[in-house]
């Protein structure tokens, strides 16, 4: 895919050493982008109360071809960032904190309830069947908020004494997925489920024998490449301002999971909680002192024996 000119940003950082008939293009332009994209240069000349040959000018002072140049990489832009380019939000603090908390928590609220009505107790079965008995789980999560689940869910499974590990670099999980077989288990985690370089360690893996447990959207790319899937849509606000909601259903998902997992490898992973427990109990606090360090052994030890060489 061709990499696509940030062109909003270069006209942004551009816009205070243009001619001042071109700034005027440049503001009629960010005041409504998506005009700018349907308009003729006669329409955008006259809103902007500039020439035509002024808009030409502006065009080709951002480093395009031509007025038709531009408005293809505004369109673009306008595909992928709408939300971010057509609203004026107001900067500052909000005005009530409370409304705001009320209305962040209740999108999390509604992804997780979402899920929670969308899983499947089978797939949701053999996924935790799947991974309790895995010889060795490698974990892979691509994109901003599933990075952050499939490192949560690493945290998760590698105090249960399963040989765990969690890749979110695409060439790191092509290489792990090289090295899998019967026995190991893959759970990918990716939102969308069309990552395309995710799906192909997917299908890597897959063909060397490991079990593929994928948690996403279904009817994806990454859903039909796995063996099970776990299909999560979580609703998603407009609001471009919150967080995802879809991140923390997702590690609620996985919470499920590692609970089964806990409890299907048994005395296995209740031992490896304890040590694990036990390891943290002895981290000293801001307020205890810190334990005394082990006695030293202050037995005289034997006088070393001279050796000679003939």
């Known amino acids: 895919m061709a990499y696509v000119v940030d062109i909003v940003s270069r006209l942004r950082r551009m816009e205070a050493s243009l001619r001042p008939s071109e700034q005027r293009v440049a503001e009629t332009v960010l005041a409504d982008p998506g005009f700018a994209t349907r308009a003729s240069i006669a329409e955008l000349a006259r809103r902007a109360q500039v020439s035509e040959p002024s808009v030409t000018r502006f065009c080709r002072a951002l480093g395009c071809d031509s007025v038709r140049d531009f408005k293809v990489r505004l369109a673009q832009n306008l595909?992928?960032?709408?939300?971010?380019l057509e609203r004026r939000p107001q900067a500052g603090a909000p005005?009530?904190?409370a409304q705001l908390a009320d209305r962040v928590l209740d999108s999390v609220i509604e992804a997780v309830t979402a899920v929670r009505n969308q899983l499947d107790p089978q797939p949701l079965r053999q996924a935790i069947e799947a991974i309790a008995k895995a010889r060795r789980l490698d974990i892979y999560g691509v994109g901003g908020g599933?990075?952050?689940?499939?490192?949560?869910?690493?945290?998760?499974?590698f105090r249960l004494d399963l040989p765990t590990d969690?890749?979110?670099?695409?060439?790191l999980q092509r290489m792990s997925a090289a090295t899998l077989g019967p026995g190991d288990c893959v759970l990918a985690i990716c939102n969308s489920g069309r990552f395309r370089d995710l799906?192909?360690?997917?299908?890597?893996?897959?063909?060397y024998g490991a079990t593929i447990v994928a948690l996403t959207r279904p009817d994806t790319p990454l859903a039909r490449a796995a063996d099970i899937v776990l299909a999560a849509a979580p609703p998603e606000d407009s609001d471009i301002f919150k967080p995802t909601a879809s991140r923390l259903a997702h590690m609620a998902v996985i919470d499920v999971v590692a609970t089964g997992v806990a409890m299907r490898r048994g005395p296995t992973a209740l031992e490896s909680l304890r040590r694990v427990k036990l390891s943290l109990s002895q981290i000293p606090t801001?307020?205890?002192?810190?334990?005394?360090?082990p006695p030293r052994d202050s037995s005289p030890r034997p006088a070393r024996r001279k050796t000679i060489h003939a």
């Open 79 to 84: 595909a992928v960032a709408s939300p971010y």
């Open 95 to 97: 005005d009530d904190v």
């Open 146 to 157: 599933s990075h952050a689940v499939g490192h949560d869910a690493y945290l998760r499974f």
């Open 166 to 171: 969690f890749h979110a670099d695409a060439q």
């Open 199 to 207: 799906v192909e360690s997917v299908e890597i893996a897959r063909q």
């Open 286 to 293: 801001i307020d205890e002192p810190a334990p005394p360090a």
